[in-house]
């Protein structure tokens, strides 16, 4: 199954290779797993030679952020106002958290549909966490996001489960879209902005987690953004595998004329802040704890801020965000958030039994009583038309 659904994704893939072709852009894709297992160890130490202290790495940094925000071109994507316009289709009141479908504006005719799970107390402050998904029609429905984002509300986090674009709710634009990279990654941000525009959030409180393209999301924002202050990318951070999707690897974010890097150097842009990758051993992260999070380690190190980064990893598991894995993200996250764990059962673990999962259909956000706004774009191309990104 695995195999198949990378094979679908560099089928998508090449629809933007032709695309960049066009622009001259092809040799600076780095798609799926560009480099092999061998050649990648053999990268990671060259990366580490080109660097030896605090001074060194951030001049690295700064030009693998740049080439991030380049490859996007997220700066050019148009002026908008801090208006959101949250539409709140349906609230769902359950056991110690409220679920609101939602949507809000990305930009004018582009909308980002998903769930906002808050705590059921009003006063105060609140942590907020931002959680994409990865690639899974109709995966913010599924149980196990249900399962994580309850957990997470009734602990005190206001948490925000969006769609990747072409996705449940989120149809306005195929997920083969060529700028999908970047349509994510500014959906990302504008969720990370509706957070923080909330007056029950703590903007000192804000983390991220996602699992596989949900993962990319998570190490992605949180490089080019530092209000993200916690990140927790599950089941990605690979030093040979770049990603088998437009929505990971469609645009030049990895390489340009003057510099190459990989997702291990992007999510290692964290430092100094709390960074916790999990990984497993049946996918491309099974290196892990030899490569990707050594490499990691020392940057941290240079902040000595060794015990903020955090690799926990399942050899025996399969690629997923299973309860193993969420356990894991729980305690981190509730620690780092300052959350209330005593607001949920323990029994040797976070349990999730008093969450109860809704059918898929009662947390959708456009029903018969409401529909796509009548300004959207619909349309891969209205999309790029408008954006004047091609």
């Known amino acids: 199954m695995k195999t198949l659904i990378l094979f679908k994704q560099i089928l998508a893939l090449t629809f933007v290779i032709i695309t960049f072709a066009a622009y001259g852009q092809k040799d600076m894709l780095c798609i799926g797993a560009h480099w092999t297992e061998d050649l990648a160890n053999l990268k990671m130490k060259e990366f580490a030679g080109s660097w030896n202290d605090l001074r060194s790495w951030e001049e690295r940094a700064n030009m693998i952020r740049q080439g991030i925000i380049d490859g996007l071109q997220i700066e050019n994507m148009p002026s908008i106002s801090e208006e959101f316009d949250p539409v709140v289709t349906k609230t769902h009141q359950m056991d110690g958290y409220i679920i609101e479908n939602i949507y809000i504006k990305s930009f004018p005719g582009f909308y980002i549909t998903g769930n906002l799970y808050r705590p059921m107390e009003t006063h105060g402050k609140h942590a907020a966490i931002l959680c994409p998904h990865g690639h899974m029609q109709d995966k913010r429905l599924k149980e196990d996001v249900q399962k994580r984002c309850a957990v997470l509300a009734k602990m005190g986090a206001l948490v925000f489960a969006y769609d990747m674009i072409g996705y449940a709710d989120s149809k306005q634009v195929t997920h083969k879209v060529p700028i999908a990279l970047l349509l994510q990654t500014w959906n990302s941000k504008r969720v990370l902005e509706y957070l923080l525009s909330r007056p029950d959030v703590d903007s000192e409180r804000i983390g991220m987690t996602g699992g596989s393209g949900g993962g990319t999301q998570t190490f992605i924002l949180t490089a080019i953004d530092n209000r993200i202050k916690v990140s927790v990318p599950v089941v990605q951070v690979s030093a040979h595998f770049f990603g088998g999707c437009v929505c990971e690897s469609g645009m030049p974010i990895h390489k340009s004329d003057h510099h190459q890097t990989n997702n291990v150097e992007i999510a290692a842009l964290c430092a100094p802040r ?117």
């Open 274 to 390: 709390p960074l916790l990758i999990i990984s497993d051993g049946m996918d491309w992260t099974k290196n892990t704890p030899i490569i990707e999070y050594p490499y990691i380690q020392k940057v941290y190190s240079l902040y000595n801020a060794e015990h903020r980064a955090v690799n926990v990893h399942f050899p025996t598991e399969k690629h997923d965000y299973g309860y193993s894995k969420r356990s894991a993200v729980y305690i981190f996250l509730a620690y780092h958030l300052q959350l209330d764990t005593s607001k949920v059962p323990f029994d040797g673990s976070i349990q999730e039994d008093f969450v109860k999962v809704l059918p898929e259909d009662e947390l959708r956000v456009f029903n018969i009583n409401y529909q796509l706004p009548k300004d959207a774009l619909v349309g891969d191309n209205a999309v790029m038309d408008y954006l004047d990104i091609h």
